[in-house]
């Protein structure tokens, strides 16, 4: 029962967060980029800002920044915003990349939200879970250029996001990023697994998911889980600076490499996305995996100690 209640909280404070976020963000925005677009006001959701565009069309690029109070974690509703906003840079004939980053201090993304795992239902399950896989595919297989300002924690889930982009770089400081599925009793996905295989070698991440290893940013560094370290009041800059390296390769050339680089992983989903979904929901609803489940989602909730 504490749970349910617990889990009101969250979405309760998800909304209160969300709407100061808006205000600090509508308030503090120094950006000299133009064109701030806001998410279509067509869906019961929209009137709470998840994300934040904005548009820089004479360089040829967007920053979008997540958020979605108080971690960013990614539930059904927001990965299916994500995904419109996805589709549309990709569509876009202006925009040539995507510098992906949050707008919540210190916190990239907590991955997805537990509770859409916890006690899960077939229906809502499926549709998360496919929202997901839509998700990994529009980013790792985008022809777009992403690069991510990783500002903070980014565990499970939003190192999936991280390591989907073509280029991380993160703030120097005391955050973590990993897949560190096992810690929650759960097995990284295939394809959570491959796309780290592709960035960090296979040695490296056999030990990282057995482990759960959630990495120091300088330990990130040292694997190649990033490829820069910033400090947090440069990320955005250093962020737009790589970007404008990125922007000036040829397109074409730049993409059918990227294409090749990645097809055969994004393959292995496209071909089996049903059985994943299944699989997923079967995986997630045994007795075990909901008291894993439950367990962390406690010890999320305990009082945390003063230092780490
Ligand atoms: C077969 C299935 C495969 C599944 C594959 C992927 C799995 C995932 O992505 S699972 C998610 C894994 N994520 C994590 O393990 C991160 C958990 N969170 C944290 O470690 C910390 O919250 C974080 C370091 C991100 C931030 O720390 P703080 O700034 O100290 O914030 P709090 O811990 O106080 O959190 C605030 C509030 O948010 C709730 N929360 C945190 N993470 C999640 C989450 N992933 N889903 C849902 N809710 C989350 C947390 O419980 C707090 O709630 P309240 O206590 O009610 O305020």
Partial sequence: MSI???AFRVLRFGSAKNQLFSLESKTCRAFSVCNKLRQDASDANASKINFYVDENKEKGYAILKLNKGPVNSLNLEFLTELNIQLEKFEESKEIKGVILTSSIPNIFSAGLDIMEMYQIKQDRGSQFWTALQETWIKLYGSNKIYI???????????????????????SKGP?????????????APFWFRDTMINTIGYRETEKALQLGKLYSSEEALAVNLVDELADSKDLITKAEEQMSKWCAIPTVARELTKSSMRRDTLSKLIAQREADTQSF????????????LRMYLESLKKPKKSSA
């Fill in 281 to 292: 929901i079967e995986f997630t609803q045994r007795d075990s995996i909901q008291k894993s």
């Fill in 148 to 170: 991510a300002a990783i500002n903070g924690h980014s565990p499970a889930g939003g190192c999936l996001l991280s390591i989907s982009c073509d280029y991380r770089i993160m």
């Fill in 175 to 187: 955050y973590k990023i990993g897949l560190n599925e096992t810690l929650l009793g759960i097995k």
């Fill in 4 to 6: 349910i209640k617990s």
